[in-house]
């Protein structure tokens, strides 16, 4: 499987985040709160909301590498730029899936839908239309 730079284009915050905790918990912290403010709390507690988005350990990394205290997540229009890095990539749907931290699923459906090949009489879960916008996400 080629290796694809997923943080192309990160801003530097970011990317110090993604070696504290990793590529996985990072992409779920962006998507939970990217846009907004979120507090790294002095200690991992399983009722903080961080706690719950991306786990006890990767907290503890952050509250060792950034401190307690308020971090501004960037917003990345991740949805859209995981599509375009599974388009990309070689390899299995399970391989890819594991690379980019989704199901696979949603890598067979991403690629039959860059195919033309969905299904277009599949109701849209999330009421826009498929051939408007193909990124994935109804809030991107």
Avoid at 1 to 16: H, N
Avoid at 98 to 117: I, N, P, Q
Wanted: proline share 2%; net charge positive; glycine share 8%.
């Amino acid at each position: 499987m080629t290796d694809i730079d997923i943080t192309q284009g990160w801003p530097e915050s970011l990317l110090t985040v993604k070696e504290s905790i990793g590529l996985a918990a990072t992409l779920r912290l962006v998507e939970a709160f990217g846009g907004t403010s979120c507090y790294i709390p002095a200690k991992a507690d399983v009722s903080n909301r961080l706690v719950q988005v991306i786990g006890v350990d990767a907290t503890e990394a952050l509250i060792r590498d950034l401190g307690a205290g308020a971090f501004d997540v960037p917003v990345l229009a991740t949805a859209r730029h995981k599509r375009r890095l599974i388009m990309r990539a070689k390899g299995t749907a399970r391989e890819v899936a594991r690379k980019f931290a989704v199901t696979e699923r949603w890598v067979r459906y991403v690629r039959a839908d860059e195919r033309g090949s969905v299904d277009e009489r599949q109701m849209d879960m999330f009421g826009s239309s498929r051939n408007a916008d193909r990124t994935g996400s109804a809030s991107d």
